[in-house]
């Protein structure tokens, strides 16, 4: 069988493809089976990507979806049904936590739902044992009117996994893109990746890590097959086991040494190991500040780390020669226009070398969905407008949309700002013009 994943751009086409196809890809291949991927540019026609899709004669078309992704997938694969049966199985966080609703749009077949790569190997060995039959009973998948399915255990153990199959990334440039585990132990509300864990709440912890020697052999593939110019470890919180880190820097310095990018929570690191990560080649660390306001970090989101945690390791992370961005949401649920102006306090504090702003959007399967929806905050009509985060979807008693939108603005002037100041002194106008540019654009495809 051959499987065709659509990588469906929504605003640009500057990121990595998704990363679960990618593993999938590799699984059913090591099963005898084909894939491919397909890109659809934000600025295709539905068109000329069903043209482009029909061309590779797929049996069976994947597609990972998240919410940002939902609106623009959901009308190709309308228009892909009007001119193939082709069985379509959508996965990823959207189709885990709305499969009711991707399975009502014309064209979804299927939805997987958690973990892909066994799933999917037993879907299309069933499609291809009764072609043109619809497969029921198949645990993670969910048949169109058919009622949620049992979910299977995690995948154990996780350096069985094959490596994910480059060619499904679109890496560019010798920028590689590693996991080195799955799973999240942090309950922030705000985000999918513990609700992910919790689905599996029946079964062992969610959280894997793959061994010291999986990452290592998997990078030296790389290496040794093309580019390895840098590295994004793309974990949710890379620095989560200290001593697991601590061999890997060792061991990565000494065999790599190649610069390299991950994520990090305040809570998991100290300045010994932001040395050790330093020495072995990191570049660069993103924290999620996310709030300035301890109250809406501690009683909103569930994190619990002060101010001067933050304070403390960004300084640390400077002195280690790593540069640091920090990452903040506006516009939370039960957040105030006061809230806001102590992140804009603590973010002066901070220095980042750059951050990220984001105007907070509800995406299904967070406790805070479940709270704006309860508490009336989210329009009927939510799953029809754009999932983005320019501008609020919410209702809220204590923001209008309007005075969010004005934050978003002046978090964009602050940006603006810090890069004109880090430009040489003798910097013509045309080029600080081109920053200003590159900022403004930034902001308009959030």
């Keep these: 069988m051959h499987i065709l994943f659509l990588e469906v751009d929504h605003e640009s086409d500057w990121a990595v493809a998704a990363i679960g196809p990618a593993f999938i890809a590799a699984y059913l291949r090591q099963h005898g089976h084909t894939a491919a991927l397909q890109r659809i540019p934000f600025d295709m026609s539905v068109a000329d990507s069903v043209e ?31 001119t193939r049966d082709i069985p379509v199985v959508a996965g990823g966080l959207h189709a885990t936590f709305e499969s009711e609703m991707v399975l009502a749009s014309p064209g979804f077949d299927y939805a997987c739902l958690g973990e892909g790569e066994e799933p999917m190997l037993e879907l299309v060995e069933a499609l ?14 969910r048949a169109r009117g058919e009622p949620a399915p049992e979910l299977r255990a995690p995948f154990q153990p996780i350096d069985r996994l094959p490596f994910m199959a480059r060619d499904m990334l679109d890496e560019r440039y010798g920028v590689v893109h590693i996991c080195t585990q799955r799973g999240c132990p942090y309950p922030c509300t705000y985000c999918a990746a513990r609700q992910f864990s919790d689905l599996y709440g029946s079964y062992a912890e969610y959280g894997r890590r793959r061994s010291h020697e999986s990452v290592l052999q998997e990078l030296a593939e790389v290496r040794d097959n093309g580019e390895l110019n840098y590295v994004l470890f793309l974990d949710d919180t890379f620095t989560i086991n200290r001593k697991w880190v601590k061999t890997f820097c060792q061991a990565y310095g000494e065999q790599f040494g190649v610069p390299f990018s991950l994520h990090a929570r305040v809570e998991t690191v100290n300045q010994r190991l932001l040395t050790q990560l330093a020495e072995a080649g990191c570049r660069h660390i993103v924290y999620g500040v996310e709030s300035g306001s301890e109250r809406v970090r501690r009683d909103i989101m569930k994190r619990n780390a002060p101010n001067q ?105 602050l940006r603006l700002e810090a890069a004109l100041k880090r430009m040489p002194e003798d910097a013509d106008a045309a080029a600080r013009a081109v920053v200003k540019q590159d900022v403004y654009r930034t902001a308009a495809q959030l």
Aim: include cysteine; charged fraction near 30%; glycine fraction near 6%.
């Design 52 to 82: 482009a899709i029909i061309k590779h004669d797929p049996d069976v078309i994947g597609v990972s979806l998240t919410s940002r992704q939902w609106l623009r997938a959901r009308d190709l694969i309308c228009g892909i049904r009007e």
């Design 128 to 141: 291809a044992g009764r072609p043109g039959e619809p497969v029921r009973n198949i645990r993670n998948i």
């Design 309 to 413: 945690r933050f304070v403390d390791v960004f300084q640390w992370t400077k002195e280690a020669g790593i540069l640091v961005t920090a990452n903040y949401i506006i516009g939370t649920p039960g957040e105030t226009s006061n809230d806001i102006e102590e992140t804009i306090a603590l973010h002066d504090l901070l220095e980042p070398d750059d951050f990220g702003y984001f105007i907070f959007y509800p995406y299904p399967g967070t406790s805070l969905f479940e709270l704006c929806r309860e508490r009336g905050y989210l329009p009927d009509n939510y799953h029809e407008l754009p999932a983005n985060h320019r501008r609020s979807i919410l209702d809220l008693p204590d923001l209008t949309r309007d005075e969010i939108e004005l934050y978003y603005r002046r978090f964009t002037e």
